[in-house]
């Protein structure tokens, strides 16, 4: 875990910020960056996990991470706590789906006909 955060930090911006959040979880804030710029930036950090072997035990290992996505917009994830629930939903579907992936979900405002 710590050589995790510490690839993470070398990665994202100093404008970013990381914190571990839960046993073997971790979280991105990452202010003034829209759903896409944040993609691009977890897939960063992923990439930058997948592509350096760690030392565990004396052993070289590989180690990949999932993740998701989600964008704080004051229409469809208006709280801290909403956008937190739709990265989770973005994290089990990457993990459901094959793991090693960053996955975005964009939730669609029920009270808005058009979208």
Do not use: H, W
């Not at 804030?29 to 035990?57: H, N, W, Y």
């Amino acid at each position: 875990l710590k050589e995790i955060a510490k690839r993470m930090q070398q990665t994202i911006r100093r404008t970013d910020i990381p914190a571990r959040y839960g046993g073997e979880e971790f979280i991105i804030i990452m202010p003034q960056t829209d759903l896409k710029g944040a993609i691009t930036q977890a897939e960063r950090v992923r990439k930058a996990i997948e592509e350096k072997t760690f030392c565990s035990m004396g052993k070289d290992v590989k180690i990949t991470i999932s993740g998701g996505v989600a964008e704080l917009n004051q229409e469809d994830v208006a709280t801290i706590e909403d956008m937190i629930r739709t990265a989770d939903l973005g994290l089990y579907e990457a993990k459901r789906s094959g793991k090693n992936k960053i996955v975005a979900v964009q939730l669609k405002n029920q009270d808005n006909k058009d979208t």
